[in-house]
């Protein structure tokens, strides 16, 4: 129907999430007929985006840097660490703005299925950084999903054999929810009623 670089196109913006082969179509059409200019930018956008955008080598979030803002800031609480699945995550408990402290990424959670285990992770940076950074509290925010909960217990066991007292986010977050998803308020008071998992010695 279309030419093939257009139909390639078509194909290309399909690896979008929640992106069916109607809106890309449609997405296709609008950035080729109404705004060339935007096509370009987006092209070049994703071009750089794609080569230089890694993982910051202290809390593997997403990040053109070697450390990112988070990591290089001298304003953040380094007693609190705070464990997360995903670089949104980081993000939606910034916009909370009531935590401080400082981060961890996994990329994931724990999915014997799927072949995902503690070194996919990071476990072992994140092990790392409980020696030698001074972190008194390890606050585990992975999602309350069956998942996301053995990833909890599987990281508090490493905290916990260090001595450090480990939390979870509690109330507010629902069941089989993803933290992404919620708003701040929400996420606020989960992480202002969050509960001991193991009390650090
Ligand atoms: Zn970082």
Do not use: W
Not at 9 to 17: E, G, H, M
Not at 37 to 55: H, S, W
Not at 84 to 101: F, K
């Amino acid at each position: 129907m279309f030419s093939p670089l257009i139909e390639e196109l078509i194909r290309a913006l399909r690896c979008l999430p929640g992106v069916g082969p109607k809106s890309a179509q449609r997405m296709a059409m609008y950035l080729l007929e109404r705004d060339r200019d935007a096509a370009g930018l987006l092209a070049r956008t994703l071009e750089q985006a794609v080569e230089k955008v890694g993982r910051c080598t202290q809390c593997r979030t997403l990040t053109e840097q070697e450390r990112c803002a988070l990591c290089a800031s001298t304003r953040r609480d380094d007693s609190s660490l705070c464990v997360v699945e995903t670089p949104a995550d980081v993000l939606a408990i910034e916009q909370a703005g009531n935590y401080h402290g400082r981060y961890f990424v996994l990329h994931g959670h724990l999915s014997p299925i799927d072949g995902v285990g503690p070194a996919d992770l990071g476990i072992d940076l994140l092990e790392q950084r409980l020696d030698r950074e001074p972190v008194q509290e390890l606050i585990v925010a992975t999602n309350p999903t069956v998942e996301g909960e053995a990833t909890a217990q599987f990281i508090a066991e490493r905290a916990r054999d260090r001595g450090i007292a480990v939390t979870r986010i509690a109330h507010g977050v629902p069941i089989g929810g993803e933290l992404e998803y919620i708003d701040g308020g929400t996420l606020a008071h989960a992480f202002n009623s969050r509960t001991a998992f193991f009390s650090g010695n």
